[in-house]
């Protein structure tokens, strides 16, 4: 069965600095990759995906995410964050099965003023 | 834009009650999810359904019962609600085996 791994519960960033987010994945194969973010309240919105191809991948927000299967990463990174981006942040992967996803435990952005 | 609607996004139950939770889909999705949302625990999974009138247990389907019996619908039944289901509840379509799901605004549900 597959499992995500965020190490991070919470992080704490300023407002204009850059992001890291961290996800590790345990899969047999190259899985499908899903970075979520939820605002307090609200339900899940898609941030971006990665599915095969190019491993460095967009998303909305001006996030983005790279794929390293050495490492079985899929981390997701913003150059400069806002304080719109303070949410919960979750990692999630397919294995193509019926099952739908399995998701990390999420991690929780603050965004210092 | 695809669409899925969960009918309460605040609901109050007392211990024992039966609650009904509902999720709507308009995309004609074959699959529909429920998860549960507790803090440091993430999503997990209770049951899924692949097509009306089937169902399958996810991770956590104890104290809880599904129904599908149109296409488009998809509830989560509590038989006999408890304080330790107190929590958010998030339902999710996809096409049948596609990765991506489409998530509802959750329902934050209270048993007191």
């Known amino acids: 069965a597959q499992s995500v791994t965020q190490p991070d519960i919470h992080i704490t960033v300023s407002e204009g600095a850059s992001l890291e987010l961290r996800c590790n994945y345990s899969y047999g194969a190259t899985p499908y990759l899903f970075w979520y973010v939820q605002s307090p309240g609200q339900g899940l919105q898609l941030l971006l995906k990665?599915?095969?191809?190019?491993?460095l991948v967009q998303g909305i927000k001006g996030f983005e995410a790279e794929f390293k299967r050495s490492q079985s990463s899929f981390n997701l990174r913003k150059p400069s964050v806002h304080w719109s981006d303070a949410a919960e942040y979750f990692c999630a992967v397919h294995g193509g099965g019926a099952d739908g996803l399995t998701f990390g435990k999420g991690t929780h952005l603050i965004i210092q003023p | 834009d695809v669409k899925v609607t969960q009918s309460s996004r605040y609901l109050v139950k007392r211990t024992g009650e039966k609650v009904f939770l509902e999720c709507v889909q308009d995309m004609d999705h074959e699959n529909m999810f429920w998860y549960r949302q507790d803090p440091g625990l993430g999503l997990r999974l209770i049951y899924f359904?692949?097509?009306?009138?089937?169902?399958e247990k996810g991770d956590i389907p104890e104290g809880y019962s599904v129904s599908r019996e149109k296409k488009e619908r998809f509830s989560l039944i509590l038989e006999s609600a408890s304080t330790n289901q107190t929590s958010m509840y998030l339902c999710a379509s996809s096409f049948d085996r596609a990765p991506e799901a489409f998530f509802g605004q959750g329902t934050r549900l209270t048993v007191v």
């Open positions: 990665y599915f095969s191809g190019d491993t």
């Open positions: 359904s692949y097509d009306v009138k089937m169902k």
